[in-house]
Each structure stands twice: as structure tokens, then as C-alpha cells.
């Protein structure tokens, strides 16, 4: 079964900083790795995904950089603001492709 | 509409009882999850249905009974749930069931305290 190991598990990062947030998987037979953000009381809600064809994708202030041979990806916020204090989730592929594995989860903090 | 729905929000019941929770999505997507959060930790996948089938039961114990009625519709039956049981109870949504390219999309939950 797949596991998904997510670092840090909390985070406190200054306003205009980058936050970085890092997850490391075993094996998958298929390349979707997608980042999960939930704020308290709602569900999760996809942030941004990356299919490893290339090797970094950046949406806004939101970048995924993927290192296929050492098995890791990681999430760059950049100008981190309070809106962003959020749990994150990162996520991989089974082998069978039929679900996701998520990762044990960022607390993320940003203070002013 | 890209919204899931799920109802009641809160929960309280007693090991005894019998309640239902429910989703629904008008997103026409043909594969529903349900997923169990304890606080600080990541979901946890319980069942999948596709096309209104049940495609994937993570061995959950029986007093979960999940329902398809329609592609719209998704129910979690609890029965003599114990307090263990008690956690954030997501359901989700996804165009076709498949880890590597379909985006999920998450109700709010139904935060269930069972005692």
C-alpha cells in the first residue's frame, strides 16, 4: 500500500515569506500528485496538481517542484499570506490507480 | 454548480441509534467517495461508488452502510456506531473514479460525535 510521508508537520512562517512543505512517496505505477488545502470546518479543496512530465508547475504564488528520482515533491508558497494558514495535504497514486494516498498533513500558520 | 452538499453538518447520536448522512452533487460526476477525518490527520478513504456501483470498500466495519441511489446521490446508514466512530465524515466527487487525473471535490462534512 502506498504511504505518503509529509514534513513538517506544523509550519509558522512571517507574512511575505515562503512557505515550503515537503512530501516523499514509496512507489506508484502512475505520475498525479496533487496538493490538497483545508481551512477548519470544510472539506479539502484541490490547490494545484502536477504530472511529472515537467519537473516544477506554478500556478499564482503556488509552485510544486518534482524530483522523480529521489521520490519527492514539495509545495513553494511564495509571499505567504494570512489566507493561506490552512492545513495541506499532499497526495500519490496507488498502484492500481483507483485512489489516492494522502500525506499526514501541514498545519500552516502565517503571522503577520 | 461545483458544489457538494452534505447534510446534517453536525451529528450527535447515541450507540443505539440509526441515522443516515447525506450527499449530493449536480456536477455530473460519475464517481462518489465517502472519507473518514479524525482531527489532525489526513482523510481516510471508506468507499468508493462508480457509475452507482460500490468499487471499493476499505474494510469498513458493517455498522457503515453506504447507498447509491441515483448518480446524484450518496448516503453513509450508521447503525450502532461505537465512540470511536466519532470523526469528520467527507464526501467527495470526481468526474470518473481514477487516482491520476481526477480532481475531488469535497463537501464540508458532517462533524458526527457518537456517545
Known amino acids: 500500500q502506498q504511504q505518503v510521508k509529509q514534513s513538517p508537520q506544523s509550519l509558522i512562517v512571517q507574512k511575505g515569506g515562503i512557505s515550503i512543505i515537503n512530501c516523499a512517496y514509496e512507489?506508484?505505477?502512475?505520475?498525479?500528485f496533487p496538493w490538497y488545502q483545508q481551512f477548519p470546518g470544510k472539506g479539502p479543496a484541490l490547490l494545484i496538481a502536477?504530472?511529472?512530465?515537467?519537473s516544477e508547475k506554478k500556478e499564482g504564488r503556488f509552485t510544486i517542484s518534482f524530483n522523480k528520482s529521489a521520490k519527492q515533491f514539495s509545495l513553494h508558497i511564495m509571499d505567504s499570506q494570512p489566507g493561506d494558514s490552512a492545513t495541506y495535504f499532499c497526495?500519490?497514486?496507488?498502484?492500481?490507480?483507483?485512489?489516492?494516498?494522502f500525506g499526514t498533513g501541514t498545519r500552516l500558520t502565517i503571522i503577520p | 454548480d461545483t458544489e457538494v452538499t452534505q447534510t446534517p453538518k453536525h451529528l450527535v447520536m447515541g450507540m443505539t441509534n440509526k441515522k443516515s448522512l447525506k450527499c449530493e452533487q449536480h456536477m455530473g460526476h460519475r464517481a462518489m467517495y465517502w472519507y473518514k477525518q479524525k482531527a489532525k490527520k489526513p482523510p481516510e478513504l471508506m468507499f468508493v461508488?462508480?457509475?452507482?456501483?460500490?468499487?471499493i470498500n476499505e474494510s469498513v466495519p458493517s455498522r457503515f452502510s453506504p447507498e447509491c441511489p441515483n448518480s446524484s446521490l450518496l448516503n453513509l446508514h450508521l447503525h450502532a456506531l461505537q465512540p470511536e466512530d466519532s470523526a469528520l465524515y467527507l464526501c467527495?466527487?470526481?468526474?470518473?473514479?481514477?487516482?491520476?487525473?481526477?480532481?475531488?471535490?469535497f463537501g464540508s462534512g458532517t462533524q458526527l460525535s457518537v456517545l
Open positions: 467527495a466527487s470526481s468526474l470518473v473514479q481514477g487516482a491520476t487525473n481526477e480532481k475531488l471535490f
Open positions: 461508488y462508480s457509475y452507482e456501483k460500490l468499487s
Open positions: 512507489n506508484t505505477a502512475f505520475d498525479y
Open positions: 502536477i504530472r511529472p512530465d515537467v
Open positions: 497526495a500519490a497514486p496507488g498502484f492500481g490507480n483507483e485512489k489516492l494516498t
